[in-house]
Nanobody, 117 residues
Framework: QVQLVESGGGLVQPGGSLNLSCAAS????????MGWYRQAPRKERELVAT???????VYAGSVKGRFTISRDRAKNTVYLQMHSLKLEDTAVYYC???????????WGQGTQVTVSS
């Protein structure tokens, strides 16, 4: 099994910054990708950013230039640096992990990010 624990969410004013982290533990060999999704109230869960093992970084168009994803493979941890936050960034942010050879991806429990003045 794989366990994912997110941290770093909170309340921030528009234009502010937050840094999220997600630590993976358990049977975590052969990780293909680790990334972030988010789900706002009454909205579908959507991709924010993902870091693939070949080094590629993929961002949603809505966060390009504002968010930065990074992955520490030795620590099995993925980070999300969020800057210039907007009201529409308010959501629960979920960590997602993919492994080579596994049928299903793994999800964390989520961390709330609220952007409000």
């Amino acid at each position: 099994q794989v366990q994912l624990v997110e941290s770093g969410g909170g309340l921030v004013q528009p234009g502010g910054s937050l840094n999220l982290s997600c630590a993976a533990s358990g049977n975590i060999f052969s990780i293909h990708a680790m990334g972030w999704y988010r789900q706002a109230p009454r909205k579908e869960r959507e991709l924010v950013a993902t870091a693939i093992s070949d080094g590629d970084l993929v961002y949603a168009g809505s966060v390009k230039g504002r968010f930065t994803i990074s992955r520490d493979r030795a620590k099995n941890t993925v980070y999300l640096q969020m800057h210039s936050l907007k009201l529409e960034d308010t959501a629960v942010y979920y960590c997602r992990l993919e492994k080579w050879g596994d049928v299903h991806a793994y999800w964390g429990q989520g961390t709330q990010v609220t952007v409000s003045s």
